[in-house]
Every structure is written in structure tokens, then in C-alpha cells.
């Protein structure tokens, strides 16, 4: 089967332009979750979608962060306008259900300059 | 104090080997524990998926929870170059994973 795909693998741009960011999950996988690891960090919990429903948002930072799941398939992460404290690595993963493992994605590499 | 603790290494070892990967947690809520594996530029990859305390084993790799302690260890034997790359424990009590720092391990041939 497919993996998690994310792209762009690398972004960079200026401060204050607006990324999008994509995450096509595992066929049939209801749960998807964005992580985002900064420079010398843990990897941290950004958000989790069931379907197209936000189940939990705790993680994101502000409200320049925007996720949308659209019908429940792909998802996107949008950051606008982007900051310097945005620069680090952006994972997606999916699960089957909340006692599975996840399955992550390459991540996206975004650099704000 | 984070509420899970990984030391960073990095670890060195020769091939053949017996590796030994730990964390802590402070979190007794945690329930799920998990070590993954990740190479350079590429993404987690989950090797082991545990549920309370015991043991797994899969193949080289050995996967062993005390949650009295609040420890948990990952084995690898007969460890090969080709194991070389960052360790990740992970926990969580539902779905949301707490990750450690992670441990940079090389295997030296």
C-alpha cells in the first residue's frame, strides 16, 4: 500500500509570504495528525483530524496556523503569514483508528527566511 | 522537566553488537509506548507498538515497558550498519504521542 505523502519535501520562503502544505494519508486511515519538529526539539503534536472533523487543535501555536481536511481524504496546513519561529520540519501521519501506530510521512522542510 | 526524557547520544557501538535505548516519562496517564526509527531526511518509521508494561519482541529488536519505574528500553541484537540512524520513543494515553529527543546510534562496521 501507498505511505503517508507530504509535499512540498522542502519550502523556503520569506517572512510574511503564506505556505500551504500537504499531507495525502494512508487510504482508509480516519485519523490524521500533523507534527512539527523545530531545531534541536522534540517532535510535537500540532493537530488531529477524525475525517474531516478537528478533534483536537491544542498544539497549534497561533492563529496563523490553519489546517483543513477536505471530505475527509488529503489535508492541508497553511501558514500565513509566516515567521522565522516557523522554520523546522512538518510531519503528517495516519492511523486506522487511536490504538494503531501511527504511519508518518517524510515531512516537509520549511524554511523561513 | 519534560515530561519525557531521552539522552541524545550519540552512541557508538561495533557491529554485532547488543544496543540498549532507554526513556523515562513522568506521565503515569501513559499508556501506549513506541520506538521508532528514523533516518536522515526521511520520516519516523515505526518499529515497535506496546500497550502497558511487558515485553515484545520482533525479530533483532526487543521492546520492554516497566511502567512502575516509568522506563522503558528498546534491544537491538546483532546490530548492523545498517541500524545506524536517530531513535524515537514515543508515548501517549490516547492518541496524542509525546515524543522524546531522540538517540542518534551508530554502527560501527
Known amino acids: 500500500e501507498a505511505g503517508v505523502t507530504q509535499f512540498p519535501s522542502h519550502s523556503v520562503i520569506e517572512k510574511g509570504q503564506t505556505v500551504t502544505l500537504r499531507c495525502d494519508p494512508i487510504s482508509g486511515h480516519d485519523n490524521l495528525y500533523w507534527y512539527r519538529r523545530v531545531m534541536g526539539k522534540e517532535i510535537k503534536f500540532l493537530l488531529h483530524f477524525v475525517k474531516e472533523s478537528k478533534q483536537d487543535e491544542s498544539g497549534m501555536p497561533n492563529n496563523r496556523f490553519l489546517a483543513e481536511r477536505t471530505g475527509g481524504t488529503y489535508s492541508t496546513l497553511k501558514v500565513q503569514p509566516a515567521e522565522l519561529e516557523d522554520s523546522g520540519v512538518y510531519f503528517c501521519?495516519?492511523?486506522?483508528?487511536?490504538?494503531?501506530?501511527?504511519?508518518f510521512g517524510s515531512g516537509t522542510r520549511l524554511t523561513v527566511v | 522537566q519534560k515530561e519525557v526524557e531521552q539522552d541524545p547520544g550519540p552512541l557508538s557501538v561495533p557491529e554485532g553488537a547488543i544496543v540498549s535505548l532507554n526513556c523515562t516519562y513522568s506521565?503515569?496517564?501513559?499508556?501506549?509506548f513506541m520506538w521508532y526509527r528514523q533516518y536522515s531526511r526521511k520520516g519516523p518509521e515505526l518499529l515497535m507498538y506496546?500497550?502497558?508494561?511487558g515485553n515484545k519482541e520482533d525479530g533483532r529488536f526487543t521492546a520492554q515497558v516497566d511502567k512502575s519505574s516509568k522506563y522503558i528500553s528498546l534491544f537491538i541484537r546483532d546490530s548492523q550498519p545498517s541500524d545506524s540512524a536517530t531513535y524515537l520513543c514515543?508515548?501517549?494515553?490516547?492518541?496524542?504521542?509525546?515524543f522524546g529527543t531522540g538517540t542518534r546510534l551508530k554502527v560501527l562496521a
Open positions: 506496546t500497550y502497558s508494561s
Open positions: 514515543a508515548m501517549s494515553g490516547t492518541y496524542k504521542y509525546i
Open positions: 506521565n503515569s496517564a501513559f499508556q501506549y
Open positions: 501521519a495516519s492511523s486506522p483508528g487511536p490504538s494503531y501506530g501511527y504511519t
